[in-house]
């Protein structure tokens, strides 16, 4: 039993049901036993990989599209260059560099980086040693100014809650022991007041709802309605047409296992509905462009031309590696789909790189 399975067992004694999104919520961010708290859970070593630990070309077009977006915006003399969990600093590291060459952006840039893992703050430290940056444990300590953010892989993180069709109607999905004291999963007792506005189901068909997200959504677009900026947001999911469906997965050593064994040493994720997303920051005050499939976006920012760039100087192994990883980030079959971008942009502002024309407006 690991030390948070031993801790939650005994808040269900307590307390009684804990909810999937309190569940997810303690097993990641617990502050002596959360999976967060002081690993690295990134690369070979790790549990799992990103697109900037990929290839660095990732990190060099969003670069480019950062500081299109900048010039797009009138090319603020400071604003604030937020990325929500950095990871390493991988990605803001090839984007920087790859932008050193435009006039004007760097100067004005003042870096902040959302991160609470000690551990990960050393790594990108270390990363982005040449730039000054601030860390804060939450976007609403990043002081006012011109915003460009990006969060890659970052949703899909925050607690979602599951809901349940009953004959009851929608009910709290939750974590209880079994007779033997191990963790299991259940049901509430009452209906939730999260599943008003969703329809009636069959009994059984699971609903994710992450009031998380969608407030983070939200604030993310009254930040950028008042100061100005653009966000450019990076995840798993799509746009739910109805329930979700139980999407909650848990990653261990780059391979799935059980979410409820030995919670506090695996990943914990939920696909992000980026529907609701997109209505929570109209309604917050910004345009909403996309979603578009990652393999799409990244194409029309140039992915292949950067990584054929890159084949020139490279030795038969890195070409290797940067072919499949080319693969991995635009394919259908692999990230290129299952991927998605959101951005969302000040309504009087033009397009931002790569759309045409918003999906949402503010409401």
């Known amino acids: 039993m690991s030390g948070l399975e031993a801790v939650l067992a005994e808040a269900i004694r307590r307390d009684g049901l804990l909810p999937v999104a309190r569940f997810i919520d303690l097993a990641l961010n617990h502050p002596t036993f959360g999976y967060y708290r002081d690993r690295d859970p990134l690369g070979a070593q790790g549990d799992f990989v990103t697109a900037p630990e990929l290839s660095q070309a990732f990190g060099e077009v969003i670069g480019a599209w950062l500081a299109q977006a900048w010039l797009d915006l009138g090319g603020p003399a400071l ?32 870096l902040h980086l959302v991160e ?3 551990r990960l703050r050393a790594a990108q430290a270390a990363r982005l040693a040449e730039f000054h940056v601030s860390w804060h444990g939450e976007l609403g ?30 009910v709290e999905r939750c974590v ?60 798993y999911g799509a746009w739910a047409e109805g329930p979700t469906g139980d999407t909650l997965q848990a990653t261990r050593n780059h391979a799935p296992c059980d979410p409820l064994d030995a919670p506090g040493t695996a990943d914990l994720t939920t696909h992000v509905d980026f529907g609701a997303l997109a209505e929570a920051a109209a309604a917050g005050g910004a345009a909403v462009y996309g979603p578009v499939p990652q393999g799409t976006f990244l194409a029309t920012l140039g992915v292949h031309l950067r990584t054929a760039k890159l084949l020139e100087r490279a030795t038969p192994d890195q070409q290797r590696a940067l072919r499949a990883a080319l693969f991995r980030l635009t394919d259908a ?28 407006s503010p409401c």
């Open 176 to 235: 209880d022991l079994d007779a033997a004291g191990r963790l299991t999963f259940g049901l509430g007792e009452h209906r939730s007041p999260l599943g008003t506005r969703l329809p009636d189901a069959t009994p059984g068909t699971v609903a994710e709802v992450s009031p998380a997200r969608t407030e983070l959504a939200y604030a993310i677009a009254r930040r950028i309605a008042r100061g100005g900026g653009v966000a450019l947001v990076i995840d």
């Open 141 to 170: 300590e990043v002081p006012p100014g011109p915003l460009l953010l990006v969060a890659n892989e970052f949703f899909d993180a925050l607690p979602a809650h599951q809901l349940v069709a009953t004959a009851r109607g929608w």
């Open 116 to 118: 609470t893992s000690d």
């Open 333 to 360: 079959g692999a990230m290129g789909e299952l991927f998605k971008v959101l951005v969302l942009a000040h309504p009087q502002a033009p397009p931002p790189p790569g759309f045409a024309a918003p999906t949402l």
């Open 79 to 110: 604003y604030r260059l937020v990325e929500l969990g950095p990871g390493r600093g991988t990605l803001l590291a090839d984007a920087l560099r790859a932008t050193r060459g435009v006039p004007g952006f760097q100067p004005g840039l003042r």
